[in-house]
């Protein structure tokens, strides 16, 4: 009813400073171990391929949905196409992205909005770990708006066809070199 304006209580430099320090230091990678530990992001098909896909848990049903229309997942969402699922998407665990893009030619990255933070994070861990895998994202993907199921179609069949994984006018898949069934279905990064 009468509240009272205590100027203490408002945090501001340099007293913030301290605060970043601390999240840097401490919180920053405690929230990596957790995710890591637990195996929060999940891994699919991890090395059938030389080309994958990084897609926000949100998004992985309409991934699948639009891989399965092009022959290269099945119903129950084993794919033929290396899935890293990033069902927690802040932080990102620079360890488990590294290993999942190591001896990849190119990743997608499909995230939804604008800017494009997840795939320009992926592009500075790809760098900072010295690896040469191709990052696409808006470039194949829209820079806006809501990722329909036939939008993810059609920018996954961009991306795929510039792999040589799908005829750009043809609806079907070509063939991939086929992957052990161990290695089709989950596994944690």
Not at 54 to 77: H, I, K, T
Not at 154 to 167: D, E, I
Request: hydrophobic share 45%.
């Amino acid at each position: 009813e009468s509240p009272q304006r205590d100027a203490n209580r408002i945090v501001l430099p340099p007293a913030s400073f301290e605060h970043e320090v601390e999240k840097v230091r401490d919180r920053w990678p405690a929230a990596q171990r957790f995710i890591a530990e637990r195996g929060l992001n999940e891994c699919f098909a991890a090395d059938a391929d030389s080309i994958g896909i990084v897609v926000l848990g949100g998004l992985y049903n309409g991934v699948v949905r639009a891989l399965e229309r092009l022959g290269l997942a099945d119903g129950f969402g084993r794919s033929r196409v290396p899935l890293y699922v990033l069902n927690v998407a802040y932080p990102l665990v620079d360890d488990e992205v590294a290993r999942f893009c190591a001896g990849k030619d190119a990743v997608l990255v499909v995230e939804e909005g604008q800017p494009n933070y997840l795939e320009q994070n992926l592009a500075l861990i790809l760098r900072r770990a010295g690896l040469a895998t191709a990052l696409h994202g808006k470039d194949v993907l829209p820079m806006a708006g809501e990722y329909t199921a036939a939008e993810l179609g059609r920018g996954l069949r961009r991306f795929l066809s510039r792999h040589g994984r799908v005829a750009p006018e043809s609806p079907k898949a070509i063939e991939l070199k086929p992957a052990a069934p161990a290695q089709i279905g989950r596994a944690h990064v």
